[in-house]
């Protein structure tokens, strides 16, 4: 399932997508309202997630529009911080089929996008997902396997691997992976992340062999890279 993301706040964003992407969905992100209209000119989405306050409109009109206007039918949730009952009562009364409060938390977020996909008669997809070959991501099982075999890793490690191949290229600190990954402050002074990523490189092969590597970028983060198989 192809999920379109509303939400002008990077961090936001960037939280989101890991979310989704860890359960093996298809995301989408976009900063403002403008640039999600022209996204679905060329793009089916089968779901939306759309934030309340943003930076050229008001994510309630959107929905509104989507709904009387471009008669858009898939499934709607709604994300504001405001936790007012006027206020969910107008969004779900505006087109929206779900609220959801901030902060957001992982498992609650998760658990209405898969339980709205089910209701709507859609939903992550069973069958492992490709991310980069040959690698490939089983959502259900918490697995990522590369080529016919599976490694074993801990939750924590999934995740943490998860937001590394929906993020191929970039770099991320060590501050953003402890605040996505762990939910603790980036600020704090932890060997955590490097002894995960250690861990990662290990299991997952991400050498350099198979046309990726997990690169240690000084003083900085982290960056998983394309590379040439044994480069």
């Known amino acids: 399932m192809h999920i379109g993301v509303l939400e002008d706040d990077p961090d936001q964003q960037t939280f989101i997508e890991h979310c989704l992407v860890a359960q093996g969905y298809t995301v989408s992100s976009f900063a403002r309202a403008s640039e ?12 939306l997630i759309i934030d309340w306050r943003l930076p050229d409109g008001c994510g309630m009109d959107v929905v509104e529009h989507l709904r009387q206007n471009d ?8 994300i504001t911080a405001s936790q007012g009952e006027d206020d969910v009562v107008q969004a779900l009364e505006q087109g929206a089929d779900d609220f959801l409060a901030k ?3 992982p498992k609650e977020l998760t658990a209405r ?3 709205l996909g089910r209701r709507l008669g859609q939903g992550a997809e069973p069958t492992a997902m490709v991310l980069a070959a040959p690698y490939s991501l089983d959502s259900d099982r918490r697995q990522i396997h590369i080529m016919e075999s599976s490694a074993e890793l801990t939750e924590r490690e999934f995740r943490l691997a998860s937001l590394l191949f929906s993020r191929v290229g970039e770099l991320l600190t060590r501050a953003h992976l402890l605040e996505l990954v762990w939910g603790i402050k980036g600020d704090l002074s932890t060997r955590t992340v490097d002894t995960h990523i250690s861990r990662l490189r290990r299991k997952l092969e991400l050498d350099g062999r198979h046309g990726l590597r997990l690169k240690s970028v000084y003083q900085s983060g982290y960056r998983l890279e394309t590379c040439s198989p044994n480069e």
């Open 36 to 47: 999600l209209r022209r996204a679905m000119q060329q793009t089916l989405f089968d779901f």
């Open 71 to 78: 008669g858009w039918k898939g499934p709607i949730l709604f």
């Open 103 to 105: 902060p957001l938390r």
């Open 113 to 115: 996008v898969n339980a």
